[in-house]
């Protein structure tokens, strides 16, 4: 069983769900992302999905696409992301980590050394945003080979015929876009997300999890109490702009404050 499955069935026997926390590599600076990762588990996630930085991050709003500018321009690559997962690996062998970006960079280094060096660091998932389900003869034969789940995007305007082609291929879990944009976007309909995921759940066993438009701990709950799990990222990476020139405990402080009211509000009867 992959480290995601164990952590969805541990989460389904405590009747708890998922909170996953997304943070750019690199952002503000390198030194900063490893002691954020540690940080984030400590106030409540199940799962870190980490940023691999890019420069035309086109899915990713202004907060998020900022946080690439920064963390390229301190000098982190694709390799240092690896290099952070290692280092996560050394104290922490529980918790999964996906790698979340674009297929460029994963191109420029080569499928096969990519996938090579993600498992040997200690990743456990990846999701390609700009790579179509039937479009991943490439990459995706190599990742599951190599015991990486595969997790793709699902979206208010998919149409069943694509969610269908999607499941066949999918792994992990179903990442499911709530609003129709980029991320950063304030408002999400719960009513809608659910209604859109009870109608998935009849066609995938997978964990179904809901990002986009997530930024207070209210919202987590309510989106908890019908998803597997909720993922946050712009709000985070806003507190991480806020506090870039601080050191990386105070950032790391800052951002698990919010993460820790997301966790509460989420596990609140």
Known sequence: MSRIAATFDRLNSQGRK?????VTAGDPRPDVTLPLM???VEAGADVIELGMPFSDPMADGPAIQLANERALGNGMTLRKTLQIVTEFRRTNSETPVVLMGYLNPVEWMGYEAFVGLAAEAGVDGLLMVDMPPEEGGGLVPLAKAAGLDLIYLVTPTTTHERFNAIVERATGWIYYVS???????????????EQKLDWMR???DLPICVGFGISDGETAARVAKVASGVIVGSALVRIVEAQQSKGADEISSQVSQLLGDMRSAMDRP
């Not at 129709?180 to 009513?191: M, R, S």
Request: hydrophobic share 45%; no cysteine; aromatic share 4%.
């Open 202 to 204: 009849q066609h995938t």
């Open 38 to 40: 540690h940080a984030l």
């Open 179 to 193: 609003l129709k944009g980029i991320t950063g976007a304030k408002t999400l309909n719960v009513e809608e997300v």
């Open 18 to 22: 998922a909170l996953i926390p997304f």
